[in-house]
């Protein structure tokens, strides 16, 4: 009897035990963090800010496939081409927001376009900072041909190859800040800056230049496609950003964010309806200028009123 109760004994012992070491041997290791280097700059604060967001947000949406992240931001203050550069060689940086990928020895074979639709086209809508002398002129146009005959001003921008393409004279200067003294000085007549950075802009630049202005009669518009470009040798990262920022847009998730970011965008455009300079983005085919300007005023039906 005892000996039959040592056997039972060591046999549960044994069966608890291979149990035991069963769970320990097929239980998954934790996941590590997928390390993504983000480049943050670029943008205005508000604009950063946002597009901060909607990375998290995606990278949220897609923890249970892909697991736990970990963000790591580069601050360091560069230029547009080389931080397309840097994001090629993947040793500072990952990924990098832009509407273009075209620059100095820039090669887009070693990045993936990952498409998002973030912004809802106003990225390419356009407002005006001008001056008060020369708002009356803009006040008074009144077909796209007047509008051609005056002068924008930019930074080293991919918008002045659209404007150039649409035979708008361009006065360029080396960054935003100094657009700023050349537009008093009457170098050029406007600075077209996204709906998304013209009012903060305009904000901070006023205290040192009193006379400047946005112009709410007149904007200009051109489709604006935007990406997430990933090195080339991150396909997960970029698969993993498609499914997610389909996920947050398929849910709502992204408008929500998006509203909550730039609440200011549709009361301003439901209170008068402007007039619209559309031009052509010769950086992308006639059926994509097409359909994201058909998007556009789907999205803002009503508000616009197209110039010839």
């Given at each position: ?13 044994w069966a ?20 993504i280097?983000?480049y ?18 995606t ?23 080389r ?8 040793s500072r ?8 990928w075209?620059?100095?020895?820039v ?14 086209g106003?990225?390419g ?12 002129n ?14 924008a001003g ?11 393409a649409?035979?708008i004279?361009?006065?360029?200067a080396?960054?935003l ?43 200009v ?6 990406y997430?470009?990933?090195?080339a040798?991150k ?12 996920l947050?847009?398929?849910d ?5 964010l998006?509203s ?19 031009l052509?983005?010769?950086l992308?085919?006639?059926e ?5 300007l ?8 009503g508000g616009?009123e197209?110039?010839?």
């Open positions: 009897m005892v000996h039959l109760f040592r056997l039972r004994w060591l046999h549960w012992y608890a035990l291979l149990c035991f070491c069963s769970a320990q041997t097929c239980a998954e290791p934790p996941r590590a963090p997928m390390v280097k983000h943050n700059q670029g943008y205005t604060p508000l604009l950063r800010l946002y597009l901060t967001d909607v990375l998290k947000l990278l949220e949406k897609t923890v249970p496939e892909y697991g736990p992240y970990q963000l790591q931001y580069f601050t360091e203050p560069m230029s547009s081409n931080s397309m550069l840097e994001t090629e060689k993947g940086l990952d990924l990098q927001f832009s509407s273009h075209r620059g100095h020895f090669d887009p074979t070693k990045v993936i376009p990952v498409e998002f639709p973030v912004l809802n106003m990225l809508l356009r407002n005006l900072i001008t001056t008060e002398a020369t708002k009356q803009l006040d008074n146009i009144r077909n796209t041909m007047n509008f051609k005959q005056l002068v930019m930074g080293v921008w991919i918008d002045v190859e659209i404007f150039a649409n035979q004279e361009v006065v360029e080396q960054t800040e100094a657009l700023f003294p050349m537009l008093v000085r009457g170098r050029f007549d406007y600075i077209p800056l996204s709906m998304l950075d013209a009012h903060t802009t305009l904000t901070t630049r006023k205290i040192d230049f009193p006379g400047i202005v946005l112009n709410r009669e007149i904007s518009f051109y489709p604006l496609p935007f997430l470009y990933v090195n040798r396909p997960e990262l970029a698969e993993r950003l498609k499914k997610g920022v389909e947050a847009l398929a709502g998730t992204i408008d929500s998006f909550q970011h730039f609440f200011y965008v549709r009361p301003e455009l439901q209170a008068k309806k402007r007039k619209l300079v559309v052509d983005n010769p992308i085919s006639a994509q200028n097409a359909f994201y058909q998007q556009f005023l789907q999205r803002y039906e616009f197209i110039l010839e």
